[in-house]
């Protein structure tokens, strides 16, 4: 017999404690939950899920289904993302959302929280501490400077120089930035005296404030306070302990000092209770009619006791002074957690319908739900049919004619948008349910609705007559991808992080070496140069207004390249050299380019209804640059010429779905599809994606490769020459003679630059009559995909891939405690590890030392100087997921996507550069799995500031940050070279990929008769002090980075918009740097003039008018005559101006030379 919801509502209003609610099925549970705290809006409710992930769907199904005030009350209570024992810590912002929630219910606020179980064992610290944790800043107040600065630091802050991320502060002046978990952006303090005058928020990506709030909160990231006080109680107990325990002194003596320093180390949480003096539970934070829900509480049960033994075996085998701490110091056990709970009101709720035989369950209800598991095989049997969704449609309405509401969730837009294309061609019109699942109840007739929704499951529930389906029922799972807008590159320049010794190209004078940023004393005048050194030790001093001529050298190896000569020829010989091949290159790109618009081709139909269902079952939400990239790619093919386009993105970035669509509208018009990749593992893996997205249609996909047995290639070359074959996907077999085709419509190429050379020409030839895909994950600089529009066709998929972002980066000593857990964590998880260890000579011990370590591991071995085939093997053996652990130099190939390693360990990370350390990372992280990077240093600590300063910033990367800029530039440049389709690399390493590509650019202009003219880049000796002081701008990889960006602005807009950022981040603008605004402004107006020189001696200005001046001379002669002799002109090339009478100081100066160059441009022609 089932019960319905009144019995449940009357058993949790009667607070009748221990009840079973059992048979709920799908997101049904959540959907109860949400009628409870409708019913119950005064009470708090804690949901207990079986693992983090449990938590994090459920919430978002609550999300959906509650109303708009049970929604705001409803929060995640994370559990730490590291374990004790293992010298990590969490990340600030989930540590600091922790609090935040125990802070709210200490406040008496009731909430709804969703937490996992293992976030509830965990202890927290007393309540005392939390009640008082929470700083709140309002506009106006009077504040100590140092003081809050002191707050920040004792509570986990660390201080930066640009604040990206939560956790983060910085200092400068009175402006004080901070991210705080409490607000979605950063916050901006400004200060005068002690006095706040201003708070905003702003964008992390550029910096710039957007808008003014009057208050904010700022919440601990960290649960060890680091004041004095607990410094001094948990140093006093760190000794106790050890001493009971017998513990060397040098062994404590290292975190000693931290602690007496107040300098955070990683894995302090561990030692949280000390600092503290006691700690508390979740329990001891909730108000006492809480209402303690426990979703599948068998399993809740079985995951506490399989991560209680996870920490206690850390602990057992941790060699670190973590080891004074025992688990239950930390955690509490399940059965300590249940009893925390008291006398608070407790549901157990359980999808399958199940007696309880237990005396000690006092109530059980039964309710009648269900999934909407039968509608796979409605869907599958359709399938093949030519109306495949008809049997899924017809079950719907029959729903509604029943009398149930129907309500389909899609959960992106652009799903959304499908079903309701979908549907309107069974001539149904789906309205959009846009209230919440309260009006249900209200409604006078069954609808059948769709709404814009992210949930876990549906469900059908009889009581209720409602059936929720969602989009992933019907087209399978998908998941959305977190997209983040990436900043231009132009907010931080690659020079931001220069080190001396970095090379640099000067468009005047070739390659030298970066020497630092210097402060010259020139007529009593300070400055701030760039200092660059030369062959045989010269010395060129670069003021700051005119970095622009700079580039950083980039080149396509690691040698590093020779420094030129100041004064002499060998720049100007090397550059003339590479414009003789790039004339060549252009002249070669013009002419594909020509022939391919008179060459006639296929033109494919327009896409039909069994296009659009095929899109709606790709398991991910298209990112907005992925469906531009599509919808070009399927424009190409409806035009009469061949298609050839070029798709750039990262691995991951959904290049392969692009592809698939291609061929899926070819080979529904009756075209063979060829895939050509690279390596035997590529034709594998795609072969594997393509045959998964296919699974369900009538095109048949086949892959010739060394994997294939002689007898199946001869089998397969047959199919294609009749065309019973759609799809073909191989290596460079497919160009071998002997392979034909029937009808051959589309060629897709993977990577087409590892290709030999006489690869690449049969490829050309296959090019010239069908449509061509190339795919590349090299990215290309925005400059030369811009020179190229209209020449080659280009589509850029520049957003990252899921959860790439998400990546935990630990920089951590080399030890075996930390091994051996990152290992069996990931394993644990089912999953697969790369071990980066960039040392041949030594590989096979370290596989030795792993083994050791943990018996059970599958280890694969992999290095450059196996044979071809030998290292095929164990990649593939890799890819299949027959080994658990990868052990491999830095050779890892990055066109492989391995979803299930998803932990990487890179041995001695110092020794490799910032792009490389991308790269390297960036092979992990592509599903929807966390993923794990542990970059390990020497276990003495011994490394260089430069690696220090590139390690610090791998693990602070984020999309939006300054490092993250400078790898993908870095990266860019390099693969300028490869889009191109020639080799350079021998004018590339003579002028860097930067300067070559500007050439390139320059000459593909010319040829298409646009004009080019030579650029002016003014010289201005005006004698004033035009700099960003230190006391203004402290680091000096910040001033560099502005005073880059401030000589590349191109407009006087530009610069006085430049100048407004400034003032925003960093303050009111002191005089020199007032200066160096005004100088912007003379030098674009001289360069606008056609003016390469400017001088000032106190009381005349000599302007030099370049030969390629933009100044009507008959006009400037008459301007001249009647100017009363304050205007002279000097042959050649000079005009002078004399002031009225001497002028000293520097606003004067600027102000008088913008009003000769405004007078100037009068005559301008």
């Not at 075996?816 to 040392?839: C, K």
Request: hydrophobic share 40%.
């Amino acid at each position: 017999m089932f019960s319905g919801l009144n019995e449940i509502l009357e058993v949790v209003s009667s607070r009748v404690n221990g009840t079973y609610i059992n048979g709920l099925s799908g997101s049904s549970s959540a959907y109860l939950i949400s009628k409870i705290q409708s019913a119950f809006p005064l009470r708090s409710i804690l949901i207990i899920t079986p693992t983090p992930e449990d938590a994090v769907s459920y919430s978002e199904d609550l999300k959906v289904y509650c109303n708009s005030q049970g929604s705001d009350r409803l929060f995640l209570f994370p559990a730490p993302d590291v374990l004790p024992y293992t010298q990590l810590s969490p990340e600030p912002k989930l540590w600091s959302e922790r609090l935040r929630l125990v802070y709210d219910l200490s406040h008496g606020n009731n909430r709804i929280v969703v937490a996992p179980i293992s976030a509830c064992l965990r202890m927290l610290p007393p309540k005392l501490f939390v009640a008082n944790c929470v700083r709140l800043i309002s506009a106006k107040d009077v504040v100590d400077r140092e003081d809050l600065i002191a707050w920040l630091e004792e509570n986990g802050y660390a201080k930066v120089s640009l604040v990206e991320d939560v956790g983060e502060y910085a200092v400068r002046g009175g402006i004080i930035d901070i991210w705080s978990s409490t607000t979605d952006k950063p916050v901006r303090i400004e200060l005068e005296g002690d006095v706040i005058i201003s708070i905003r928020q702003f964008d992390p990506s550029n910096q710039r404030s957007k808008e003014s709030i009057e208050r904010f909160e700022v919440i601990p990231v960290r649960d060890v306070p680091f004041n004095p006080e607990s410094c001094r109680i948990a140093s006093r107990s760190i000794v106790k302990l050890a001493d009971d325990l017998d513990f060397p002194s040098s062994e404590r003596q290292r975190i000693l000092e931290h602690i007496r320093e107040r300098i955070a180390f990683s894995g302090i949480e561990t030692f949280m209770s000390l600092f503290h003096g006691g700690v508390a539970s979740l329990g001891n934070f909730l108000p006492k009619d809480t209402i303690v829900v426990f979703n599948d509480p068998d399993l809740i049960a079985s995951q506490a006791d399989k991560y209680l033994s996870t920490i206690y075996d850390l602990a057992k085998h941790t060699t670190s002074l973590e080891r004074l701490m025992p688990p239950d110091r930390l955690y509490l056990t399940y059965k300590d957690w249940e009893n925390s709970l008291g006398e608070f009101q407790k549901l157990y709720l359980n999808s399958l319908v199940i007696s309880q035989q237990n005396n000690d369950v006092p109530h059980v209800i039964k309710v009648n739900t269900h999934t909407n598991a039968d509608l796979k095989p409605k869907i599958e049997s359709g399938l093949k049919r030519e109306d495949p969704l008809k049997t899924v449609i017809d079950f719907l309405k029959g729903r509604v004619t029943e009398g149930e509401n129907v309500i389909l969730t899609c959960s992106t837009k652009v799903q959304a948008e499908r079903m309701h294309g979908i549907f309107r061609r069974y001539g149904i019109s789906l309205s959009e349910f846009d209230e919440s699942f309260e009006q249900l109840d209200k409604m006078s007739a069954p609808i059948l609705r769709l709404k814009k929704a992210k949930l876990s499951a549906g469900f059908r529930w009889s009581e209720f007559f409602l059936t929720v389906i969602t989009d992933e029922e019907i087209f399978g799972s998908k998941v959305i991808r977190k997209q983040k807008i990436r900043s231009p590159i132009d907010h931080f320049t690659s020079f931001s992080e220069l080190a001396e010794g970095d090379y640099i190209v000067h468009e005047q004078h070739g390659i030298g070496a970066y020497c630092g940023l210097k402060k010259l004393t020139i007529g009593n005048v300070d400055n701030d140069f760039i200092l660059l050194e030369y062959a045989e030790q010269d010395k060129l001093y670069i003021p700051v207004y005119r970095l622009n001529l700079l580039q950083r050298y980039v080149g396509p190896g690691d040698v590093p390249p020779a420094l030129d000569k100041l004064g002499g020829t060998h720049w100007e010989a090397v550059q003339k050299k590479a414009k003789a091949d790039i004339v060549a290159i252009a002249k070669e790109l013009l002419n594909i380019y020509a022939l391919r618009e008179v060459t006639p081709g296929f033109c494919f139909p327009s896409s039909d209804s069994s296009y659009e269902q095929f899109a709606a079952t790709f398991p991910y939400e298209e990112t907005p640059d992925q469906q531009r990239s599509i919808d070009d790619v399927l424009s190409d093919m409806e035009l009469e010429r061949p298609m050839d386009r070029l798709i750039c993105g990262d691995v991951g970035y959904g290049k392969t779905e692009v592809a698939i669509r291609a061929a899926f509208k070819a080979a529904m018009s009756g075209k063979q599809v060829s895939i050509l990749v690279p390596t035997t593992l590529l034709a594998f893996q795609h072969y594997e994606n393509f045959y998964k997205r296919f699974a369900h249609t009538p095109i048949k996909i086949e892959m010739l490769s060394r994997f294939r047995s002689a007898k199946e290639k001869k089998a397969i070359l047959e199919e294609l020459r009749k065309g019973t074959i759609d799809i073909v996907i191989g290596t460079h077999s497919l160009l071998q003679q002997g392979v034909s085709f029937r009808d051959l419509g589309l060629l897709i190429i993977d990577e087409e630059q590892r290709f030999g050379v006489t690869h690449k020409e049969k490829i050309r030839k296959f090019k010239a009559n069908v449509d061509c895909l190339t795919l590349t994950a090299t990215p290309i600089p925005r400059t030369l995909h811009l020179s190229l529009t209209g020449i080659r066709d280009i589509s850029i998929i520049d957003t990252p891939p899921l959860d790439r972002l998400a990546i935990s980066t630990e920089v951590v000593p080399f030890d075996d405690g930390i091994i051996r857990y990152a290992i069996r964590e990931e394993l644990m998880r089912d999953g697969q590890i790369f071990f980066v260890h960039n040392r041949v000579r030594t590989i096979h011990s370290m596989a030795e030392h792993i083994k050791k370590l943990i018996p059970e591991v599958s280890i694969g071995i992999a290095h450059g100087q196996m044979n071809e085939h030998e290292l095929e093997n164990v990649m593939m053996k890799f890819v299949r997921n027959e080994t658990q652990l990868l052990l491999t130099t830095s050779i890892i190939e990055s066109g492989l996507d391995i979803p299930h390693a998803n932990t990487i360990i890179v041995n001695r990370a110092d020794t490799f550069g910032l792009a490389q350390l991308y790269q390297i990372r960036g092979r992990i992280g592509r599903s929807s799995v966390k993923g794990f990077a542990y970059l390990l240093l020497p276990s003495d600590g011994s490394i260089t500031p430069t690696a220090k300063k590139r390690l610090t910033v791998i693990q602070r990367f984020t999309e939006l940050g300054s490092g993250f800029q400078i790898a993908m530039h870095d990266l860019e440049i390099r693969g300028s070279g490869n889009i191109l389709g020639r080799e350079q690399s021998g004018h590339v390493a003579a002028i860097g990929y930067e300067m070559y590509t500007k050439l390139l650019a320059q000459e593909i202009k010319k040829m298409q008769g646009k004009a080019v003219t030579k650029e002016i880049d003014p010289e201005l000796n005006l004698s004033i002090p035009a700099y960003f002081s230190e006391e203004y701008i402290k680091e000096p990889g910040i001033r560099l980075d502005l005073y880059r960006r401030l000589s590349s602005r191109e407009n006087i807009e530009e610069v006085l918009e430049m100048g407004l950022e400034i003032e925003d981040r960093f303050g009111p603008l002191p005089e020199e740097a007032k200066n160096l605004i005004g100088v912007m402004e003379i030098k674009i107006l001289a360069k606008d003039l056609g003016i390469n020189k400017l001088t000032f001696d106190g009381k005349v200005f000599i302007s030099r008018i370049d030969e390629l001046n933009h100044i009507d001379i008959s006009k400037l002669a008459l301007f001249v005559e009647k100017s009363n002799q304050r205007y002279m002109l000097r042959p050649p090339d000079r005009l002078l101006y004399v002031a009225e009478q001497k002028i000293k100081e520097a606003d004067k100066v600027i102000s008088e030379a913008k009003n000769l160059l405004r007078e100037l441009l009068t005559c301008a022609s």
